[in-house]
């Protein structure tokens, strides 16, 4: 809770791009490939929903490539807050900026949220875990914190909420109600006894 606390402080001091993405899996729980593969036009600004619909992996010495999520059946939906809105928002603001200026051309529905300079290509995961190593150093925040635990920051703030297992599953993308049961179930309990 605390810690949580102190990196979402610790984020609002990196560059949008960085900001965008680490707060976006702690407000989604979305897999941190599947925040990479993520185009401007998944977003449904009026339903404040984004379709989850690939995944980027990146294979050592290979080319990036983008596949379908681990959840088949047309990807999953997540949802985000008001707050997030006005981020993506001022993100997608500095990315039309950037295509414009050095690309000469307008940002579109199929450019990547995140991706790479001057190109059309998604960044991969590992570049946002290097960057994250580095926040925690910056601010003393626990070392052994990663990005998928963020995806677990928000599992554990839904169950806190009272959402159930099968919602929780949901949006995670998890295929059995059985699997997030599994990892949570300790979450589960405390939020019982509450």
């Not at 990196?14 to 989604?28: G, N």
């Not at 490939?33 to 379709?51: A, F, K, P, T, V």
């Not at 939906?77 to 307008?106: H, I, N, P």
Request: proline share 3%; aromatic share 10%.
């Amino acid at each position: 809770e605390a810690t949580t606390q102190r990196l979402i402080t610790a984020l609002g001091e990196e560059s949008l791009k960085y900001e965008t993405y680490f707060k976006l899996i702690i407000a989604t729980g979305m897999r941190r490939g599947e925040c990479c593969g993520l185009q401007w036009g998944d977003i449904n600004w009026d339903e404040r929903s984004i379709h989850i619909q690939q995944n980027v992996v990146k294979v050592t010495g290979e080319d990036i490539i983008a596949k379908e999520t681990k959840t088949v059946a047309g990807g999953r939906y997540v949802y985000f807050s008001l707050e997030m809105v006005s981020l993506l928002q001022e993100f997608q603001r500095e990315c039309a900026w950037e295509t414009e200026t050095y690309d000469g051309r307008e940002l579109e529905d199929t450019d990547y949220i995140f991706r790479r300079h001057g190109d059309r290509l998604p960044m991969t995961p590992s570049t946002f875990a290097w960057r994250f190593k580095l926040i925690l150093k910056k601010h003393g925040l626990p070392p052994a914190l990663n990005v998928h635990s963020l995806r677990h920051t928000n599992a554990s703030m839904l169950i806190a909420q009272g959402v159930d297992v099968r919602t929780v599953a949901g949006l995670l993308g998890h295929a059995q109600p059985s699997t997030t049961l599994d990892i949570y179930s300790h979450a589960f309990d405390k939020n019982k006894k509450l």
